[in-house]
């Protein structure tokens, strides 16, 4: 289930990572971090899981600054 989540929200990610690259319209670059965050926590998830706590911890603060950015973004724009 976690491979699955993280495959779908990587292929969200860089197709709006794409969409942006070649339109040169960073409009959607907010759901693409909040997207890439989500990402970073299933992957968080998996590490502990696995029981790499360390690589589990990190990717779990990358999931809270990624998540205070998209959100800062959300109500500033």
């Known amino acids: 289930m976690l491979k699955i989540s993280r495959i779908i929200l990587a292929v969200i ?10 339109t040169g319209d ?3 670059q ?7 965050g ?3 926590l ?3 998830i998996d590490e502990f899981q ?14 809270l600054l990624l998540l205070f ?5 959300f109500f500033l724009n």
């Open 13 to 22: 990610v860089t197709l709006i990572a794409g969409y942006g690259l070649f």
């Open 26 to 28: 960073f409009e959607f």
């Open 30 to 36: 907010t759901y693409m971090m909040f997207f890439l």
């Open 38 to 40: 989500l990402m970073m």
């Open 42 to 44: 299933v992957m968080g």
């Open 50 to 63: 696995k029981g790499r706590k360390s690589y589990g911890l990190i990717s779990i603060v990358v999931f």
């Open 69 to 73: 950015v998209s959100v800062k973004g």
